[in-house]
């Protein structure tokens, strides 16, 4: 049998050749914001890399109370286990940080405008769950930073009147964080989050397919003839491999020459060393939510409430954008959603720069 | 003049068929080379277990203290390195010891004082439990001996 008749015979069943013809005919537009096309592609590769690595960590560590034998066991007894570890955070804190540029490449391309508000919505969800993925991650070695992290993360749900010390403890598995938290932290991490995680992820890329890339209003408002573009087969997808190559690379870089330390095991009666901080992503709202409770009629619970009301508020207006800056035809000139994203860039810069100075 | 012009671009061409193949050549092996660097620590990481094995298989001598105060007839189950082991005391004394993993497909054996016996249940293999022999079923070959010391603190048992 030839491999025409081989290929023949499965394009018959599974119409191989239709999906050629639709990669085919597949454009991605060139113009002088093309390079931030490629954003959510390396949030994609990122996150494939952790599902790698991700499953060979599954393959020495234990959850509940040997957790951070295990993780020892892996850094300094496993060979090359510190780097299959570092390469895991690495790839989580460098997916974060390509998840942010690309959501706020598309928002301000206005990528988010009919028809797209679903693949903005559907960005959104992963972006939340991926910073679930973050903090229930943190936990797992079960070294004195993430013990810390994970007991004052989950204060923060107590600040909700009546029902949130209830939260806490269903979240943490009792009133302290200790095994039980470990290994529900772990069920999260490896089954919940994946099962909801994937099909959304799955749900976003078919809604790129089916609307194509967006592009910004300056672009849009262009004659079709003065619009360039490319086909997805091969050019863009050769870029695209390329640019994956590179994050390997700087990833390799990071994850053999900083490798991810591993503090002391974690210990209740230690108390919390000086210096301790959130990871760079959740800085932001951990200083916005000090800052707040600094205001001298906001001191204590009512700064917290206060804070969580305002940071929610903020997350919402976000969410909603696209039902709000919804015209089309005037986008260049939609001027308030510019200012909204630029503030909120700055806010997040600003807190995340003193949260950083006030440590030391 | 007009030769020169007819020359060139034959060679010009077969430049570059050349070139293009050496680029080709290159980028295969450094594409391979990349591939085994990413390879080597993942296989390497999987192996772990393996190797610690191995360096446990590479025990010679097994002391177990007490065990000269095993009964007539009694049996003591024992590793030796990773695998599972036997010594055996005898109705008449005799100190035996042998590995414990059937030769047929690997599982721990048992010994059966009643029948003077080693009897595999897992696909009826019987072996001689003075010398390892395979006496009949599956096993393909006798279970492996060790040398037995026995003094006052404890049994020694070491490689044949």
């Known amino acids: 049998m030839t491999s025409k008749t081989i290929y023949d015979w499965i394009d018959e069943r599974l119409g191989l050749s239709e999906l050629a013809a639709f990669a085919r005919h597949k454009t991605v537009p060139v113009h002088s914001q093309s390079f931030w096309y490629y954003w959510g592609g390396i949030a994609l590769f990122l996150f494939l890399v952790q599902c790698f690595t991700g499953v060979l960590l599954l393959v020495y560590y234990r959850p509940g109370a040997e957790a951070y034998e295990s993780v020892r ?26 998840i942010l540029v690309h959501m706020f490449s598309v928002y301000f391309m206005k990528a988010y405008r009919k028809p797209r508000e679903f693949g903005w919505l559907s960005g959104m969800a992963l972006l939340g769950i991926a910073s679930v993925f973050g903090f229930s991650g943190y936990l797992l070695p079960m070294d004195e930073l993430s013990y810390f992290a994970t007991k004052v993360g989950l204060e923060i749900p107590t600040a909700i009147p009546w029902v949130g010390s209830a939260i806490a403890n269903m979240l943490r598995g009792g009133p302290e964080v200790g095994e039980f938290t470990v290994q529900r932290f772990f069920a999260l991490h490896v089954v919940v989050l994946p099962a909801i995680f994937v099909p959304l992820l799955a749900f976003h890329l078919w809604l790129v397919q ?14 079709p003839e003065q619009r360039e573009s ?38 209740s009666l230690v108390p919390a060393p000086a210096g301790i901080h959130p990871e760079w992503y959740f800085m932001s709202p951990f200083e916005m939510l000090k800052l707040l409770g600094m205001v001298k009629w906001l001191q204590g619970e009512p700064g917290e409430i206060a804070g969580i009301l305002l940071f929610t508020l903020g997350i919402v207006l976000w969410i909603l954008i696209p039902f709000y800056d919804t015209k089309k035809d005037s986008g260049q000139r939609a001027r308030a959603a510019n200012y909204f994203g630029l503030l909120a860039i700055f806010a997040l810069l600003a807190t995340t720069v003193i949260g950083y100075w006030t440590i030391r | 003049m007009t030769d020169n012009i007819k020359i060139e671009p034959v060679v010009e061409e077969a430049g570059e068929r050349n070139t293009r193949r050496a680029f080709l050549a290159a980028a295969g092996v450094a594409g391979t080379a990349y591939t085994a660097a990413l390879a080597y620590p993942i296989y390497r990481y999987l192996a772990s277990p393996e190797e610690m094995a191995l360096s446990a298989t590479a025990v010679t001598e097994v002391t177990l203290k007490d065990a000269q105060k095993l009964p007539l007839g009694s049996v003591l189950m024992f590793k030796f390195g990773t695998a599972p082991a036997m010594l055996i005391h005898h109705q008449d004394g005799r100190w035996v010891s042998l590995t414990a993993v059937c030769t047929h497909l690997g599982c721990t054996v048992q010994y059966e004082p009643q029948a003077d016996r080693i009897h595999c249940a897992c696909h009826g293999g019987v072996y001689n439990p003075y010398t390892g022999a395979n006496v009949s079923g599956p096993p393909p070959k006798p279970l492996k001996l060790f040398k037995v010391a026995v003094n006052d603190t404890g049994v020694e048992v070491s490689r044949a």
């Open chain 1, 73 to 98: 066991q892996i850094t300094f007894v496993m060979h090359f286990g510190w780097l299959i570890r570092s390469a895991h955070a690495w790839s989580a804190n460098l997916m974060i940080f390509a």
């Open chain 1, 230 to 267: 490319m086909p997805f087969m091969p050019n863009f997808l050769r870029k695209d491999l390329a640019m994956w190559l590179v994050s390997l690379n700087i990833l390799a870089l990071l994850a053999s020459v900083f490798p991810w330390s591993l503090g002391k095991q974690a210990d």
């Open chain 1, 210 to 223: 089916r609307h194509g890339n967006a592009v910004p209003p300056s672009i849009e408002a262009l004659p």
